[in-house]
């Protein structure tokens, strides 16, 4: 038989999680696996509105454990296939190759994805979402594990000037 | 003669050409008349070393016609861009600035053609490609054609031929030419875009390239 003092302690945890997914969806933030400090935090995760079914993903990390950590994997539920891509530019052409083995996100840094170099590619984007909506998905990291974000899907002026707020701040 | 002897001597041909213009841009004080033009006039693509005459290819459009790029796009300013629909990242982000900046030039605005060319043969299919410039704006005309007919009109405009890059589960990217190409008004392509350009600065320059009369 369980005990009050469990129960009691199983309704905290609970509130505690509601809280923390409130606290991420009010904020826009996403909290890692340790609720209370966060060992990394998402922002500016957006989508612009795709033109076909294929679509890219961009969003900001930063590192708060001062660890650093590893992007293995990201998991959006509208997308039939996912796969992380760089965009590079050589000798007058742009080149797209996928990003094996995840990304680094480097001890008390950012680990940026922008317009026009590291993106998270969706493929087979169904339904197709559009302007003003928000995508919900799933980043997965080594240490921080599965973070939940939720993505706005943007113009891509929008997307764009997200990328020079962040090369100068 | 081979085929595929001749698109290799072609290929070649381009490949020494873009290597001129490289060196010729490239030489400190080797500015050309076209590339102190450019820079006077503050425009923010870089000015080919030698212009080229307008390219001269026949692709088909969105609609399923023969479309002759030189006889349909004569004497007006064009922008002609080399890219694929299943690009995710740069093809609708330099469309989108073009189409922003158009909307910026609502006096101007039938005086320019944008020209998108799918150099995916088998995905860009005259119906996609048309849906997925609808989405940028609809005036933009659309181009797709068979992989000969795409390999030469990428020659004809001097821009290096696009190709299958990586294979992965689920689809393949596509290297392409990263510019948009500019053909002035007297015929002359002049100018390449890099896909940094924003539309801000396509709206300051598109109204000069439409009256600038360049120098040669």
């Known amino acids: 038989m369980r005990s009050i003092l469990t129960r009691r302690l199983d309704h905290l945890r609970h509130l505690l999680l509601c809280t923390s997914v409130l606290l991420a969806a009010s904020t826009g933030l996403s909290l890692g696996a340790a609720a209370a400090e966060p060992m990394v935090v998402v922002r500016d995760a957006r989508i612009p509105a795709p033109a076909a079914d294929v679509a890219a993903l961009y969003f900001v990390v930063e590192d708060r454990s001062g660890k650093g950590d590893r992007l293995l994997e990201v998991r959006v539920p509208i997308a039939r296939q996912v796969s992380i891509h760089r965009t590079t530019h050589k000798d007058g052409m742009s080149h797209m190759m996928p990003v094996e083995g995840g990304l680094v996100l480097p001890a008390g840094g950012q680990l940026a994805l922008e317009p026009g170099g590291l993106h998270v590619m969706l493929m087979g984007v169904s339904p197709m979402p559009s302007l003003g909506d928000t995508v919900p998905l799933t980043l997965v990291f080594e240490r921080a594990g599965e973070v939940p974000v939720q993505a706005r899907v943007v113009s891509y002026a929008d997307a764009a000037a997200g990328e020079k707020r962040h090369t100068h701040p | ?216």
């Open chain 2, 1 to 216: 003669m081979p085929r595929s002897f001749v698109s290799l001597l072609l290929l070649l041909a381009a490949a020494l050409g873009l290597a001129c213009d490289a060196g010729g841009a490239g030489q400190s004080g080797g500015e050309s008349a076209a590339q102190a033009t450019a820079r006077r006039l503050g425009l923010h693509g870089t000015a080919l070393a030698a212009s080229l005459p307008r390219p001269h290819f026949v692709l088909t459009d969105t609609a399923g016609h023969a479309f002759d790029f030189h006889a349909r796009t004569q004497g007006r300013l064009t922008l002609l861009y080399f890219g694929y629909t299943n690009c995710p990242d740069i093809c609708p982000l330099q469309l989108s600035h073009l189409a922003a900046a158009l909307d910026k030039l609502p006096k101007l605005r039938d005086q320019i053609d944008v020209v998108f060319v799918g150099v995916d043969a088998a995905r860009d299919t005259p119906k996609r490609v048309r849906s997925w410039l609808d989405h940028f704006d609809p005036n933009f005309y659309g181009l797709t054609g068979t992989d000969l007919a795409l390999q030469r009109a990428q020659l004809a405009a001097s821009v290096p031929t696009a190709s299958v890059e990586a294979r992965f589960k689920g689809g393949y990217t596509v290297s392409h030419a990263g510019w948009v190409l500019v053909v002035t008004p007297d015929d002359q392509l002049r100018l390449r875009y890099q896909s940094s350009v924003g539309s801000d600065e396509w709206a300051h320059d598109l109204p000069i390239l439409l009256k600038e009369k360049w120098p040669g």
